[in-house]
């Protein structure tokens, strides 16, 4: 079975600073990762997703990820924040199978304070 | 510009009325899900469907709800009767999932339906 963890239900940074959301999966196959941003009263919406090819993933917004297999991590990250990125965050995972149904973690949610 | 359209967007129930939330996948996806929000429990897996046909229900109380795909254009999620404990946002999603993996998309989701049962 896999699983992911989010450390941290609520993260807080200033304005143009680094924004780190963290994330941990379990999985007894290579896993496919994704990571999801959720506005108020919105869907979510795909930020980027790792299928084992680069393990440095770039998304929308200036956000990337990064693949560890050695910390089985898999943390989301952007340079300078900005007042648009206060959401809540979810990774996700899912197995190679073609099974495609993801198991999300718990979410981060994320402020940027002026 | 191609999206999962959920209706209702909000919906408020008595305790034991029948509920019924309707999902248009992306014209095209062959898989839907169906995923329900709450505070305590976050995101949770009901169930999937690939072409039409169920996969996995096993996250959904079978008691009181059921999941069906009349058509490869409409999903339905319905709850009979409501309890207060089924308040919560349900997102339906849509991707398409082929045979050999190549072509895969993620999961595309809709704005979900807030439903209270009061």
């Known amino acids: 079975a896999q699983s992911v963890t989010q450390l941290g239900s609520h993260v807080s940074v200033s304005e143009g600073a680094l924004v780190l959301l963290r994330c941990n999966y379990s999985?007894?196959?290579?896993?496919?990762l994704f990571w999801y941003v959720q506005y108020p009263n919105q869907g979510l919406q795909l930020l980027l997703k790792?299928?084992?090819?680069?393990?440095l993933v770039k998304g929308i917004n200036g956000f990337e990820a990064e693949f560890k297999k050695s910390e089985t991590s898999f943390h989301l990250t952007k340079p300078s924040a900005h007042m648009s990125d206060a959401a809540e965050y979810f990774c996700?995972?899912?197995?190679?199978?073609?099974?495609?149904?993801?198991?999300f973690g718990s979410g981060t949610r994320l402020q940027v304070q002026p | 510009d191609a999206r999962v359209t959920q209706t209702p967007r909000h919906k408020v129930t008595e305790m034991g009325q029948e509920v019924t939330m309707r999902c248009q996948p992306i014209?095209?996806?062959?898989?839907v899900f169906w995923y329900r929000q709450t505070m305590m429990q976050g995101l949770e897996l009901l169930a999937y469907?690939?072409?039409?046909?169920?996969?996995?229900d096993s996250g959904m109380p079978k008691d009181r709800f059921s999941a069906e795909m009349p058509d490869a254009t409409l999903a339905t999620l319905k709850i009979q009767p409501s309890e207060p404990r089924d308040s919560a946002v349900y997102f339906c999603?849509?991707?398409?999932?082929?045979?050999?993996?190549?072509?895969?998309?993620?999961?595309?989701f809709g704005q979900g339906t807030r439903l209270t049962v009061v």
């Open positions: 996700a995972v899912t197995k190679d199978t073609g099974r495609r149904a993801l198991t």
């Open positions: 999985s007894s196959v290579p896993p496919y």
């Open positions: 790792y299928t084992s090819a680069a393990t």
């Open positions: 014209l095209g996806h062959n898989t």
């Open positions: 469907f690939r072409n039409r046909a169920p996969l996995d």
């Open positions: 999603a849509s991707g398409l999932v082929l045979s050999r993996g190549r072509g895969n998309t993620e999961a595309f």
